[in-house]
């Protein structure tokens, strides 16, 4: 049986890798010469349910699934490492796709998680946000620029109304 930080340290490891697979890939499959045949039938909702995260063009889920699977190639030496990370990656998904920022959402004590806010607008916009877990990788190249202006604009707009 593995112990809990070792479990805990390599679903992490599994995080990183697939987050930043995700990134780049999920950014390639917005661009204008493939996206209408295959990330499109993802995009269908703009307003994300639980789900809905499944819902994808089986290229699309061949694609960016594989990125799950690379940290257990690398990492896996349990089948109870497999569950946790089959565990975690669920919850993430879902709850990046639940449509609803839950204040004391566990997942948000996080360093950098994008959580359902970031993968909202993300819906809604369709451009930048592109990041599965984290946000290091939209910030580092400045993919979430429009999200951050969203949210400024947001909050002007919360001051007048009070």
């Not at 909702?45 to 694609?63: D, K, V």
């Not at 030496?77 to 609803?100: K, N, P, Q």
């Not at 290091?136 to 007048?160: C, H, L, P």
Request: aromatic share 16%.
């Amino acid at each position: 049986m593995p112990r809990w930080c070792l479990l805990l340290v390599k679903c992490l490891g599994c995080a990183v890798i697939e987050d930043t697979w995700h990134y780049f890939l999920h950014r390639l499959l917005h661009h204008k010469r493939i996206y209408k045949y295959i990330h499109k039938v993802h995009h269908e909702f703009q307003a994300p349910f639980g789900m809905e995260a499944e819902y994808a063009h089986p290229l699309e889920t061949l694609i960016l699934g594989t990125g799950f699977f690379i940290g257990i190639m690398l990492l896996c030496d349990h089948v109870i490492f497999l569950w946790a990370w089959v565990t975690i990656r669920l919850m993430e998904t879902i709850d990046v796709h639940s449509g609803y920022d839950i204040p004391l959402n566990p997942l948000n004590l996080i360093p950098f998680y994008a959580g359902s806010r970031h993968h909202d607008f993300h819906h809604m916009n369709f451009i930048g946000n592109y990041a599965s877990t984290f946000t290091w990788w939209d910030r580092i190249f400045g993919t979430d620029s429009q999200f951050i202006a969203y949210n400024e604009k947001m909050k002007k707009v919360g001051k007048k109304t009070e």
